[in-house]
């Protein structure tokens, strides 16, 4: 076995590579909800819609998307390899476990929130990524994509599963934002404290806009 | 006091085990929680039943034997203790309490509630060494060490390897006990000999003793009789990534 792969498959290369792809998809969150977040102009999605068609068409985010995908996927592939063999070390479970005595509930759930994520995201994606990257709704002038979010979220069923998808990314952020710089090192006394502040607003701030674009479009605030 | 208590008892590693209850009564307050167990233990053994193993040795805190995971936590309910240290005016009488050993496939059970915790002298043989130059003893004084340098190795060096961190950690993951042995060496001159080797060695010595990975859920630390800090599993994190990149 080589070093490279002999360190990415020992118990510290395997959460370096959670913290790395993690990180990568916390970069990739402040894009997408910065541009989503035009919506809130309420301009009948025209700065929306020009911003995803930037996107849609530049060369640079089209091969940061390959970058994306194959981020997200590891991060779930190695997640759910890492929940598999670490539930595997305690083959006799504690009759009594009193887990609140010394960690937080979502620290301990990051499979189970990061599952519900993972069944938000294929819905997420069928809704939007799939109609205007493997249809021609949307290139082919039909609908644009500010009229596809409305009519998605005029149903109120999606709208339920978004808002639960932003809390279950909101608890998975509180956790993961901090806990991925201790992975790969970063515990200091001057910065740990910024750090765990900072990922905690994140942690509520992008879902919380994320989470209010489904309920406005639906309740009629934003046309 | 009077007490029930649901005692985790199997033969040996390879029969299977079973909660029993046993009532003991007249628990003083002031007993510590082996002492209490030492009582159960006299009464099993006059009326001529087997008694509860669990390990034990200095019951001043500080040898790191005792290990009693009670009431769903290692050590039981207080903080900064190990179970010697935990006495009975912890609990209130009628209390019934579960004691179970600590369960983790590394630490197979040798017996009740003792366990094999060897796996942790192998991770130590892996590399928690430094090396002596043979010959008289150098000047006390002929290494400089600061202060700060001094203090963070002496509180990494505080780690009794009793695996309360293992066994609180939802993986039975040893990260906190393997990083404050690879701390304590690496804060030090004495230990930079076998700095890059060591960081190496025993990470993959933990890993095949079948430990679990870290998810940062800080279990291990809250638990820890000796407050071990997180700051050294960020430290092993950082010795390794630099170990395996500069290694030859």
Redesign the interface.
Same mark, same amino acid.
């Given at each position: 076995m080589s070093w490279v792969t002999k360190t990415l498959t020992s118990s510290l290369g395997r959460k370096l590579i959670m913290a790395v792809t993690g990180l990568s998809l916390i970069a990739f969150l402040v894009v997408h909800c910065a541009i989503n977040a035009c919506i809130f102009l309420n301009d009948g999605g025209h700065t929306f819609n020009e911003a995803a068609e930037f996107m849609a068409h530049n060369l640079f985010i089209r091969i940061s998307e390959v970058g994306l995908m194959a981020g997200l996927l590891i991060h779930i592939v190695d997640g759910l390899m890492l929940w598999k063999s670490n539930n595997e070390k305690r083959p006799v479970k504690y009759a009594v476990v009193k887990g609140e005595a010394n960690s937080t509930w979502y620290s301990r759930s990051m499979g189970l929130l990061g599952s519900l994520l993972l069944i938000f995201l294929v819905v997420h994606l069928r809704h939007f990524w799939v109609v205007s990257r493997f249809t021609d709704v949307i290139s082919g002038g039909q609908k644009t994509l500010f009229q596809e979010m409305v009519e998605v979220f005029a149903n109120p069923i999606p709208v339920v599963l978004y808002v639960v998808g932003c809390l279950s990314l909101a608890y998975h952020l509180l956790h993961g934002f901090q806990s991925a710089f201790q992975t790969m090192g970063w515990n200091h006394p001057k910065y740990t404290p910024f750090v765990k502040c900072l990922g905690a607003g994140f942690s509520i701030l992008i879902p919380l806009i994320f989470a209010a674009m489904p309920i406005a479009m639906h309740l009629g605030w934003i046309k | 006091m009077n007490l029930t208590l649901?005692v985790w008892r199997q033969k040996n590693a390879n029969s299977e085990g079973n909660?029993q209850d046993y009532k003991v009564a007249g628990v003083s307050e002031d007993m510590s929680f082996l002492e209490m167990f030492d009582v159960l233990n006299e009464r099993l053994i006059n009326e001529g039943d087997s008694p509860v193993a669990f390990d034990h040795d200095c019951r001043e805190g500080i040898c790191g034997m005792c290990s009693m995971?009670i009431?769903?936590?290692p050590h039981g309910?207080n903080k900064g203790v190990t179970t010697c240290q935990l006495h009975m005016r912890s609990f209130k009488d009628g209390d019934t309490i579960?004691v179970?050993p600590w369960?983790?496939?590394?630490f197979p059970i040798v017996k009740d509630l003792a366990v094999n915790r060897s796996a942790f002298d192998r991770i130590i043989s892996a590399g928690g060494y430094v090396s002596v130059n043979t010959g008289n003893a150098q000047d006390a004084n002929a290494l400089p060490i600061g202060k700060d340098h001094a203090d963070e190795a002496f509180a990494a060096a505080a780690c009794i390897g009793c695996g309360a961190c293992v066994a @609180?950690c939802?993986? #039975?993951?040893a990260?906190l006990f393997t990083s404050a042995k690879i701390s304590q060496l690496a804060l030090l001159p004495q230990g930079q000999a076998e700095r890059t080797m060591r960081a190496e060695k025993m =990470? @993959?010595q /933990?890993?095949t003793e079948?430990?679990?990975?870290? %998810?940062? %859920?800080? #279990?291990c630390e #809250?638990?820890c009789p000796k407050g071990i800090s997180?700051?050294n599993? #960020?430290? /092993?994190?950082?010795e390794?990534?630099g170990a =395996?990149l500069s290694s030859k």
């Amino acid at each position: 076995m080589s070093w490279v792969t002999k360190t990415l498959t020992s118990s510290l290369g395997r959460k370096l590579i959670m913290a790395v792809t993690g990180l990568s998809l916390i970069a990739f969150l402040v894009v997408h909800c910065a541009i989503n977040a035009c919506i809130f102009l309420n301009d009948g999605g025209h700065t929306f819609n020009e911003a995803a068609e930037f996107m849609a068409h530049n060369l640079f985010i089209r091969i940061s998307e390959v970058g994306l995908m194959a981020g997200l996927l590891i991060h779930i592939v190695d997640g759910l390899m890492l929940w598999k063999s670490n539930n595997e070390k305690r083959p006799v479970k504690y009759a009594v476990v009193k887990g609140e005595a010394n960690s937080t509930w979502y620290s301990r759930s990051m499979g189970l929130l990061g599952s519900l994520l993972l069944i938000f995201l294929v819905v997420h994606l069928r809704h939007f990524w799939v109609v205007s990257r493997f249809t021609d709704v949307i290139s082919g002038g039909q609908k644009t994509l500010f009229q596809e979010m409305v009519e998605v979220f005029a149903n109120p069923i999606p709208v339920v599963l978004y808002v639960v998808g932003c809390l279950s990314l909101a608890y998975h952020l509180l956790h993961g934002f901090q806990s991925a710089f201790q992975t790969m090192g970063w515990n200091h006394p001057k910065y740990t404290p910024f750090v765990k502040c900072l990922g905690a607003g994140f942690s509520i701030l992008i879902p919380l806009i994320f989470a209010a674009m489904p309920i406005a479009m639906h309740l009629g605030w934003i046309k | 006091m009077n007490l029930t208590l649901k005692v985790w008892r199997q033969k040996n590693a390879n029969s299977e085990g079973n909660f029993q209850d046993y009532k003991v009564a007249g628990v003083s307050e002031d007993m510590s929680f082996l002492e209490m167990f030492d009582v159960l233990n006299e009464r099993l053994i006059n009326e001529g039943d087997s008694p509860v193993a669990f390990d034990h040795d200095c019951r001043e805190g500080i040898c790191g034997m005792c290990s009693m995971y009670i009431n769903g936590e290692p050590h039981g309910p207080n903080k900064g203790v190990t179970t010697c240290q935990l006495h009975m005016r912890s609990f209130k009488d009628g209390d019934t309490i579960t004691v179970e050993p600590w369960r983790a496939q590394a630490f197979p059970i040798v017996k009740d509630l003792a366990v094999n915790r060897s796996a942790f002298d192998r991770i130590i043989s892996a590399g928690g060494y430094v090396s002596v130059n043979t010959g008289n003893a150098q000047d006390a004084n002929a290494l400089p060490i600061g202060k700060d340098h001094a203090d963070e190795a002496f509180a990494a060096a505080a780690c009794i390897g009793c695996g309360a961190c293992v066994a @609180a950690c939802k993986n #039975a993951s040893a990260m906190l006990f393997t990083s404050a042995k690879i701390s304590q060496l690496a804060l030090l001159p004495q230990g930079q000999a076998e700095r890059t080797m060591r960081a190496e060695k025993m =990470v @993959a010595q /933990m890993d095949t003793e079948g430990f679990g990975a870290c %998810t940062n %859920t800080g #279990a291990c630390e #809250a638990e820890c009789p000796k407050g071990i800090s997180l700051e050294n599993i #960020a430290r /092993m994190n950082r010795e390794y990534y630099g170990a =395996v990149l500069s290694s030859k």
